[in-house]
């Protein structure tokens, strides 16, 4: 029996890496073998994932030397941030930087880089129409990302650069779901205007980066896009409808607005959503369904997922 390839995942107790985690190890057939990598391997998450076969190693993006050795023997790697947990650009691009030099020191032979769009290349800092945050961003938790793209660029790592969209889960977390008014009926706030913006379930952002790394080299060096489906604020709120069993209406905001609410990164989401709206089209044709479903056959529609998810909803 041949050895499995190791793919190194991080992030793997979060969304993104437990879903890739996932994906390989309910595989039978598969090529490849996942090394999960996680701050806390005592963790019920990890504890779960080494159960379903996964190897469980301990890493730190604050220790190099953990993450140079996370990587040994692998043939692949899954890399991604989380701007969430310090609001740092800065540290976001240190620990890319850290990714790009270990793959490359690893001899990593297909990296998967978790990414998105740098927004100041469709909205230079000089332009008014949406506030520059930290002096030096418009939508930090994007910019950051898409900055570092030339890491791994210039590190010459065999790279995929993958674009992921707003996930659906956050409707059940950040109080993002719809909430009941002072008349007592459900909306869904967002500050999207008439724009569809791209989505997906965030367990298939895992299992469409299997898809990927199960087409070898095919992806190489190129960008991809996922969503689950385009979908506009009216369209959210008449699946929420059928889902909750209770009318939903959209409740269309300015991002002024949203960037009002206060709340930790309200100005960094506000700035996102005001992106969905005025740049629809770049992000969309970016963010293929298509090309999604041919990765991950099991990709789930919003209907999909509002059917196993609805019952979470805090409304």
């Given amino acids: 029996m041949a050895t499995k390839k190791i793919i190194t995942i991080f992030g793997a107790t979060g969304a993104q890496g437990g ?10 057939n598969s090529d490849f073998t996942a090394r999960a990598v996680t701050r806390d391997p005592e963790s019920d998450k990890a504890k779960a994932l080494a159960e379903m076969g996964a190897e469980v190693v301990k890493g730190d993006l604050n220790d190099d030397a953990s993450v140079h050795k996370a990587l040994e023997g692998a043939y692949g790697a899954y890399f991604v941030t989380f701007f969430w947990a310090h609001f740092s650009p800065e540290q976001e691009k240190a620990e890319a930087a850290l990714f790009a030099k270990a793959a490359k020191e690893a001899g990593i032979q297909h990296a998967i880089w978790s990414t998105l769009e740098d927004s100041r290349e469709l909205i230079p800092l000089d332009d008014d129409r949406m506030p520059t945050l930290m002096e030096k961003y418009k939508v930090p938790h994007f910019d950051a990302k898409g900055e570092s793209d030339q890491f791994f660029i210039d590190a010459g790592v065999p790279t995929t650069f993958l674009h992921a969209s707003f996930y659906w889960d956050n409707f059940l977390h950040f109080g993002m779901g719809p909430k009941k008014g002072e008349d007592g009926k459900l909306a869904l706030t967002l500050p999207i205007g008439d724009a569809k913006m ?9 299992k469409c980066a299997y898809g990927i790394f199960k087409r070898g080299k095919e992806y190489i060096g190129k960008r991809v896009g996922l969503a689950g489906e385009h979908l ?84």
Avoid at 246 to 274: C, H, W
């Fill in 232 to 315: 506009s604020g009216v369209s959210m709120a008449k699946e929420f409808s059928k889902a909750l069993g209770e009318e939903v209406t959209y409740n269309k905001i300015p991002a002024a607005v949203f960037r009002s609410f206060g709340f930790p990164g309200a100005d960094d989401l506000g700035n996102m959503f005001q992106l969905y709206d005025e740049f629809e089209k770049p992000l969309n044709e970016l963010r293929d369904v298509n090309q999604s479903k041919e990765l991950n056959p099991e990709l789930q529609s919003f209907a999909n997922w509002l059917e196993a998810n609805a019952k979470k909803l805090q409304v």
């Fill in 198 to 206: 791209a989505g997906i379930a965030a367990e298939d952002i895992g």
């Fill in 19 to 28: 879903g890739l985690v996932r994906a390989i190890l309910s595989d039978p």
